[in-house]
Nanobody, 124 residues
Framework: QVQLEESGGGSVQAGGSLRLSCVAS????????MGWFRQAPGKERDFVAT????????RYADSVKGRATISRDNAKNTLYLQMNSLKPEDTAVYYC?????????????????WGQGTQVTVSS
């Protein structure tokens, strides 16, 4: 098992930036493929970004491609999501998640462990 806790959310104006963090405890962090997902009011939870165990492979949703960077520091058991040029449609609760899959995956149902989420609000 692994426990995940997000932080770094907040309120920003459109065009601003945020860096979200997710700290893992429990099982070895480096064993998990990691991802970020978000859920806007009234919508389903959507894929944002994923990163391989070593950090060597990443994938992004089209909606954030070019604006988001996912990274991880396995020595610190921490996952990051840097988001720039934020838009109002980025407003959502952002969740980090861990998967036992050995390769990056965008599928929500392949992630086994989830954090509680951190709120990101972008005003226009």
């Amino acid at each position: 098992q692994v426990q995940l806790e997000e932080s770094g959310g907040g309120s920003v104006q459109a065009g601003g930036s945020l860096r979200l963090s997710c700290v893992a405890s429990g099982r070895t962090f480096s064993f998990y493929t990691m991802g970020w997902f978000r859920q806007a009011p009234g919508k389903e939870r959507d894929f944002v970004a994923t990163i391989s165990r070593s950090g060597g492979s990443t994938r992004y949703a089209d909606s954030v491609k070019g604006r988001a960077t996912i990274s991880r520091d396995n020595a610190k058991n921490t996952l990051y999501l840097q988001m720039n040029s934020l838009k109002p449609e980025d407003t959502a609760v952002y969740y980090c998640a861990g998967s036992l899959q050995s390769i990056v995956t965008t599928a929500l149902n392949l992630y086994d462990y989830w954090g509680q989420g951190t709120q990101v609000t972008v005003s226009s």
